[in-house]
Structures are given as C-alpha cells and as structure tokens.
C-alpha cells in the first residue's frame, strides 16, 4: 500500500472524517433502526448491549493509560512517551478499536443494518487512520517497531 496522506501537519482531516463517520452511525442507529423483531431482537439487543460495554471499556482504560499523551490527531505530541502497558499491551490502538467495538454494539443494539455497514466502514477507516498514525509512531519512538511484533493493531486477540 502507498503512503496513506498525512491531511494535516498533524493529522486533523483524519479526526474530522473520524467524528463524521461517528455521526453517521449514531444517527443511522437513531434513524433506520428496528429492522427485525422477536427473538432476534432481543439477542441482539443483547448482543449490542455486551459490544457497546466491552467498546466502552477499551477506549476509557485505552484514555487513562495514555494520560498525559492523549492528543486527539494521530500525529503523537512532542515529547510524549510511548505507552506499552494497560489496554496498549493488548492492542496498540484502544481507542480505535473501542470506538469500533461498540459502534458494532450500537449497530445491533438498535437493530440497524445501515449502522453495522456503518461500523464496518469505521473499522476499515481506522486500520488505514491507525497505518498512517503508525508512520509517525515508528519516527518518533525507535522501539515501536518491537511493539508492533508484540501486539494486535485494533481488536485484542483478534486484529
């Protein structure tokens, strides 16, 4: 694959795409929901209820750990250091694969086939967000290298 672009010194067109295609689940979910009934609702009600948890959970452990580091661009701050502990031992992108994890969830939960197409997209948007993101980690920090041979891109113990 080509360099993915940078849309910004620091990344910012990435965010911007990134809360877009949050929106677009959100409402998908809110709008174009209830495609099916009955037990199947139900299972996945609960199935939604379970991802959206389980999202929820990597993405704010994935907040605490970076602390001080947290940026919303995916270029890294100057002089941040490399987290490798806590949900980044896992996955070296939490964030993004909570987000993904739990617009999954959200997808199921309010039954809508238009979300999960949705969150598909998402996760596809944050493998090439997290590759471009990565360029940069590799610049910055000579052991991130390492850290990729140790550790999942966005989903722990699946990708």
């Known amino acids: 694959m080509r360099r993915l672009p940078s849309l910004g010194p620091r990344g910012e067109g990435w965010v911007v795409l990134q809360g877009l295609f949050l929106l677009a689940i959100a409402a998908a979910g809110l709008w174009a929901g209830d495609a099916w009934g009955g037990v199947l609702a139900q299972l996945s009600g609960l199935i939604g209820v379970v991802l959206v948890g389980a999202g929820a959970v990597l993405f704010i452990r994935g ?7 947290l940026t919303p661009m995916p270029r ?3 002089g941040a250091s490399l987290v490798q502990s806590g949900a ?14 739990a617009a999954v969830g959200w997808g199921f939960l309010t039954a809508s086939p238009a979300a999960l197409l ?6 596809i948007f944050f ?5 471009r993101e990565e360029t940069w980690l590799v610049e910055c920090y ?5 850290y990729i041979g140790r550790t999942r891109r966005l989903i722990p ?3």
């Open 76 to 78: 890294p701050l100057e």
């Open 142 to 146: 000579a052991d991130y290298d390492a």
């Open 157 to 159: 113990w699946l990708y």
């Open 118 to 123: 949705l969150a598909v997209g998402l996760g």
């Open 88 to 101: 980044y031992a896992l996955v070296r992108h939490p964030l993004y694969g909570g987000l993904t994890i």
């Open 63 to 69: 907040v605490l750990d970076l602390g001080r580091n």
């Open 127 to 131: 493998d090439l967000k997290s590759r």
